[in-house]
Nanobody
Framework: QLQLVESGGGLVQPGGSLRLSCAASGLTLDYYAIGWFRQAPGKEREGVTCISSSGEIASYIDSVKGRFTLSRDNAKNTVYLQMNSLKSKDAGSYSC???????????????????WGQGTQVTVST
């Protein structure tokens, strides 16, 4: 069974950076797309980015393009989300999720993801 654990969240000032990690255990991530989702208090969960199992495809929502970068190290069974130029609207609980599929598969819908981590909190504030 695939288990995911996020880390790297914390408090950062606007304009600052954080790198989130999504570490997998139980199964190899070689055949899984990984997505990151965030949820702010009182708001619906939002899909932020996805990377295909091969790493060839990475998609981002418009509000984070140019600021967030997703990468994966399958040898370490870990996916990384580098977040730069953070804004207050980026704050929330960030969760990673895994979806098994072909090497270019990179879904957006949360329903496509079968395994989820518990989340890590990102706070952007002065």
């Amino acid at each position: 069974q695939l288990q995911l654990v996020e880390s790297g969240g914390g408090l950062v000032q606007p304009g600052g950076s954080l790198r989130l990690s999504c570490a997998a255990s139980g199964l190899t991530l070689d055949y899984y797309a990984i997505g990151w989702f965030r949820q702010a208090p009182g708001k619906e969960r939002e899909g932020v980015t996805c990377i295909s199992s091969s790493g060839e495809i990475a998609s981002y929502i418009d509000s984070v393009k140019g600021r967030f970068t997703l990468s994966r190290d399958n040898a370490k069974n870990t996916v990384y989300l580098q977040m730069n130029s953070l804004k207050s609207k980026d704050a929330g609980s960030y969760s990673c999720a895994a979806a098994r599929g072909s090497r270019l598969y990179c879904p957006i819908q949360a329903s496509a993801f079968g395994s989820w981590g518990q989340g890590t909190q990102v706070t952007v504030s002065t």
